[in-house]
C-alpha cells in the first residue's frame, strides 16, 4: 500500500509535457483547478476528462502510474461518494429501508464529486510526475516574485515546500523498510480490526521520527558545506525561459476555461 503512494515522485522523460515551463505548468494546474470546481454539468465533465487524459497521454507516464496513486485515496473517495448518497435528499426517492434513504440527487452528487476528487488528484500529480523539485522551486519563487517586495521570504517557503514534496518518497521507503524489519522480528500490521491495526502501527512512529529528524540534520549539513545562504547571491546554472509552446499550452489552458464558464452559463 505505502508503495502506491506516488505523489512527489519525478518520471524523468523528454515528453511535450516535461519539456514546457515550469511556470506554465503551475499556471496551468491552477486554470484547471478552477475549471474543475466550475464545471457543473455532464458536458464540463467530459470536457475535463478530455483535457485530463490528453495530459496524460502527452505526459507519456501512462494511466497506470496515475491510477496507482489514486489507490492511496480511495477510502476518501468511497467516504466521500457515501455522504452524498445518504444526506443528499434531492430529486426522486429511488430505495428507503429504515432510515436509509437514497435519491436520485444523491447519487448525481455523489458521481459529480467522485469524478471531480479524481481528477483533482490525477491533475496535480501529473505536476510532481513531469517536474523536478528543483524546476517547482525555481517556478514558484518566479512566479512569486512580486511578493519580495512586501518582504515576505519567497525562496525559503519554495523551498521549503519542494524539499517537502521530495521527502515524501523518501519517508514512504523509509517507513516501508522499518514495517518489513518489524515484520520479521513478528511484528503483525495485516490482521485485527481498524483500531488494533492502528495500535500495531504505533511502534513505527518513534524510529521513523527518528530517521526523519536525522535525513533533515544531514540535508542542512550538506547545504550549509556547499555555503547555502538562502536567496542572497544565488545564481541558478539553468535559467527559465518561455517557448513558444508555452504561450500555446496557456492559450488552450484559457480556452478550456472560458469553455467551461460558457456551458456553465448557459446550462449546457
Same mark, same amino acid.
Given at each position: ?34 475549471a ?27 494511466l ?8 492511496t485515496v480511495?477510502i476518501?473517495? %468511497? ?9 443528499? !435528499?434531492?430529486?426522486?426517492l429511488l ?11 444523491g447519487?448525481?452528487?455523489?458521481? =459529480?464529486?467522485?469524478?471531480r ?5 490525477s491533475?496535480?500529480?501529473l505536476? !510532481? ?7 517547482? !522551486?525555481?517556478a ?7 511578493l =519580495?517586495?512586501?518582504?515576505l521570504?519567497?525562496?525559503? %517557503?519554495?523551498m ?7 521527502f ?9 523498510k ?12 495485516? !490482521? ?19 530517521s526523519? @529528524? ?6 542542512a549539513?550538506?547545504?550549509e ?21 508555452? @504561450? ?12 467551461? @464558464? ?6 449546457l
Amino acid at each position: 500500500m505505502l508503495k502506491d503512494i506516488t505523489l512527489g515522485q519525478y518520471f524523468p522523460g523528454d515528453s511535450i509535457v516535461h519539456r514546457l515551463d515550469p511556470r506554465t505548468k503551475l499556471i496551468l494546474v491552477v486554470v484547471y483547478i478552477v475549471a474543475l470546481f466550475n464545471a457543473g454539468n455532464v458536458v464540463s465533465y467530459a470536457l475535463m476528462l478530455f483535457v485530463l487524459f490528453s495530459c496524460i497521454a502527452l505526459s507519456h507516464v501512462g494511466l497506470k502510474a496515475v491510477f496507482k496513486g489514486l489507490r492511496t485515496v480511495f477510502i476518501i473517495i %468511497l467516504i466521500t461518494a457515501l455522504l452524498n448518497i445518504f444526506y443528499n !435528499t434531492t430529486g426522486t426517492l429511488l430505495v428507503q429501508f429504515w432510515r436509509i434513504r437514497i435519491f436520485t440527487g444523491g447519487i448525481a452528487m455523489a458521481v =459529480k464529486m467522485v469524478l471531480r476528487i479524481m481528477m483533482l488528484i490525477s491533475g496535480t500529480f501529473l505536476l !510532481t510526475y513531469t517536474t523536478s523539485p528543483i524546476q517547482l !522551486t525555481d517556478a514558484i519563487e518566479r512566479l512569486c516574485g512580486p511578493l =519580495k517586495k512586501l518582504h515576505l521570504p519567497i525562496h525559503e %517557503l519554495a523551498m521549503m515546500m519542494s524539499i517537502a514534496l521530495r521527502f515524501i518518497p523518501t519517508l514512504i521507503e523509509e517507513t516501508d523498510k522499518i514495517m518489513s524489519a518489524q515484520k520479521a522480528r513478528g511484528a503483525d500490521f495485516e !490482521t485485527g480490526n481498524l483500531i488494533q491495526k492502528a495500535r500495531a502501527l504505533m511502534p513505527l512512529l518513534v524510529p521513523l521520527f527518528v530517521s526523519a @529528524f536525522r535525513r533533515a540534520e544531514e540535508l542542512a549539513t550538506a547545504m550549509e558545506c556547499r555555503c547555502y545562504h538562502g536567496d542572497s547571491g544565488r545564481t541558478r546554472m539553468k535559467q527559465l525561459t518561455y517557448a513558444p509552446r508555452d @504561450f500555446v499550452a496557456l492559450a488552450l489552458g484559457f480556452v478550456v476555461l472560458a469553455a467551461v @464558464f460558457v456551458l456553465k452559463h448557459f446550462g449546457l
